[in-house]
Structure formats: structure tokens, C-alpha cells
């Protein structure tokens, strides 16, 4: 099983529609999450960090954590032919330096 | 304009050379890392230096060779290595909280060309 996984997509979604990108995790010790966007040639960038369950909202993304089904997600509104990249999905165990990444899933916003 | 710096950005070498990977980081942080990124593959931790100390070493062949000498600096020492080790090497750097383990800021990352 992998520690972080993740759908590779691609995802195809029309503009101004809720992408909706989701990952899985396999430690329960993992205590950060994290969600960062790659264009393509280009190093990842940090979107979205979340430490507690429930929502957290940042303009349009939104990232969802349950801890309890290992579930993380991120939600995108009004989606932008801009936000076509890939978006990797991150996890931090608790008490180390490790981050562990997903394959990342490959989102489409068709205009 | 990122806060942690990557030289250079392309690098094209043959297996008996020697090169090195440069990286800088401007935040303050106090940990760093390097990460291989190649295609189809999850990022892949190489090494963390938190306060100039190793702190993690992911099996990585003694081909690649990492140095901290302070906060800010981290390299990557590259000999002999192989057309397998072709990938993008990302330096990223974050701020060890007592809670927990920060945000991870990466560089734009060296594009490595084995041939």
C-alpha cells in the first residue's frame, strides 16, 4: 500500500465548475497535510496546509480532513482554465522531518 | 521571486564528472532538504539537515553527497552518476515548530541531465 496515494487523473472539469481532488493516507501518526500545485516544468507551490479535521478556506480552495478515514481533499470553485496543473497531495509524520507526497492528480479546466 | 534559490537550473553532465547543486534559502528557516522528482514518480526525499545536522538520509547511493554548511546553504555533490539519476532535484526548506513540522517552500529546481 502507499503512504500517500492519489488519483492521477486526469481530471477533466468545465470553467467555473467545484474541482474536487482527493487523497488518501496510510499513518495514522501523520499529523500535516498539505496540498501544493505544480504547473508543468515548474517546482510545486504550496496551496493549503490543514492540522485539525473539519474545512479550511483560502479565496477559492478549500481543504477537508478527516483523520479518523486517513481522507484529505481540496475543493476548487468557480475553477479557472489557470488552475490546470497538477496538484500533489503532502503528509507529515509526526515527530519528523518526513514529508511524503502523492504521484499527484493531473487537473484539466477546459474553457 | 521564491525565497529559496536554486543554482543552477540546468545542468548537463557525463557519468565521470564532477558537479555540484547549490541552494539558498531567504526565510529563515531551519530545516532543509533536497527531493528528486522524476517522471511518474512521487517526489522522493533525499536528505534534511535541520540546524546544520543531518537528520534524514533516505538510502540514497554515496554518488550524491550533501553539504550544510550553515542555515541558508545546502548543496548537493554529484559524482559519478548515471543516466538513471536524470531528474529534477528540488531544494525545499521549512521552520520546525515545537507542534509540529511546518509548511515545506521549494525552490525551482535544478533539471539534471545524465548522459
Known amino acids: 500500500q502507499k503512504e500517500v496515494e492519489q488519483n492521477s487523473g486526469p481530471l477533466s472539469v468545465p470553467e467555473g465548475a467545484i474541482a474536487s481532488l482527493n487523497c488518501t493516507y496510510s499513518?495514522?501518526?501523520?499529523?500535516?497535510f498539505f496540498w501544493y500545485r505544480q504547473y508543468s516544468g515548474k517546482s510545486p507551490e504550496l496551496i493549503m496546509s490543514?492540522?485539525?479535521?473539519g474545512d479550511k478556506e483560502d479565496g477559492r480552495f478549500t481543504a477537508q480532513l478527516n483523520k479518523a478515514s486517513q481522507y484529505v481533499s481540496l475543493l476548487i470553485r468557480d475553477s479557472q482554465p489557470s488552475d490546470s496543473a497538477t496538484y500533489l497531495c503532502?503528509?507529515?509524520?509526526?515527530?519528523?522531518?518526513?514529508?511524503?507526497f502523492g504521484t499527484g492528480t493531473r487537473l484539466k479546466v477546459l474553457a | 521571486e521564491t525565497g529559496v534559490t536554486q543554482t543552477p537550473r540546468h545542468l548537463v553532465m557525463g557519468m565521470t564528472n564532477k558537479k555540484s547543486l547549490k541552494c539558498e534559502q531567504h526565510?529563515?528557516?531551519?530545516?532543509m532538504y533536497w527531493y528528486k522528482q522524476s517522471a511518474k514518480k512521487p517526489l522522493e526525499l533525499m536528505f534534511v539537515?535541520?540546524?546544520?545536522?543531518?537528520?534524514e538520509n533516505n538510502s540514497v547511493p554515496s554518488r550524491f553527497s550533501p553539504e550544510c554548511p550553515n542555515s541558508s546553504h545546502l548543496f548537493l555533490h554529484l559524482h559519478t552518476l548515471q543516466p538513471e539519476d536524470s531528474a529534477l532535484y528540488l531544494c525545499?526548506?521549512?521552520?520546525?515548530?515545537?507542534?509540529?513540522?511546518?509548511?515545506?517552500?521549494f525552490g525551482e529546481g535544478s533539471r539534471l541531465t545524465v548522459l
Open positions: 525545499a526548506s521549512s521552520q520546525a515548530l515545537r507542534s509540529h513540522t511546518g509548511e515545506l517552500f
Open positions: 499513518d495514522r501518526g501523520s499529523q500535516s
Open positions: 490543514i492540522y485539525s479535521n
Open positions: 503532502a503528509v507529515n509524520k509526526r515527530g519528523t522531518y518526513k514529508y511524503i
Open positions: 526565510l529563515g528557516h531551519n530545516a
Open positions: 539537515y535541520s540546524l546544520e545536522e543531518r537528520v
